[in-house]
């Protein structure tokens, strides 16, 4: 639990900086341990004003890789020593093939958006994926409108219905708007 405190605070930091807003939850927190954290119109707008352009992560990444030529590549990415893991090399694109995540076999983004729409009781042809990366293929092709962000990778444009406008570029409002959900 102090982990996840500790990551809420860190990502409360980024928000500030980079939306130019305290997050409700972390106001929420500060209330719960009694500080009243006093913040005036006059202190908004210079948040708002002054959000910074770029924001750099430093990650420590451990990868799953196989080791072997006997290893069967199942997509782009994309490497399986057994049907019991799954491993996708590149999905954080600045460190390239040296990141990745590994999971169960038949495990990733698309069969668990099924899952979870199966339990709320609608169809996949109903919801909306967004993503870029290769982890986020299986989701767009299981939703029945798969959306790429512009920054994708092309492997991962290929896989989408369309292309919506990069992450900085406010890619998911835009996409949202275009499909009306706000």
Not at 133 to 149: H, Y
Request: charged share 20%; aromatic share 4%.
């Amino acid at each position: 639990m102090a982990s996840l405190t500790t990551e809420r605070t860190n990502r409360a930091f980024g928000d500030i900086h980079v939306r130019g807003e305290y997050p409700g939850c972390y106001l929420r927190s500060l209330r719960d341990q009694g500080v009243d954290l006093v913040i005036t119109d006059e202190d908004r707008e210079i948040l708002k004003e002054n959000t910074v352009d770029f924001v750099s992560f430093s990650y420590h990444v451990s990868v799953a890789a196989p080791r072997t030529s006997s290893s069967r590549s199942t997509a782009a990415g994309r490497s399986s020593t057994s049907s019991d893991f799954h491993v996708i090399t590149g999905t954080v694109p600045h460190i390239g093939t040296g990141s990745g995540e590994g999971t169960l076999g038949g495990m990733n983004k698309g069969s668990t958006i099924l899952q979870l729409l199966e339990h709320l009781g609608i169809q996949a042809e109903s919801a909306i994926g967004i993503g870029d990366s290769t982890n986020d293929i299986e989701m767009l092709q299981v939703c029945g409108v798969g959306i790429a962000r512009g920054n994708a990778t092309d492997d991962v444009k290929l896989h989408a219905d369309e292309v919506a406008t990069a992450v900085l570029g406010d890619g998911v409002w835009n996409a949202f708007r275009r499909h009306g959900l706000i």
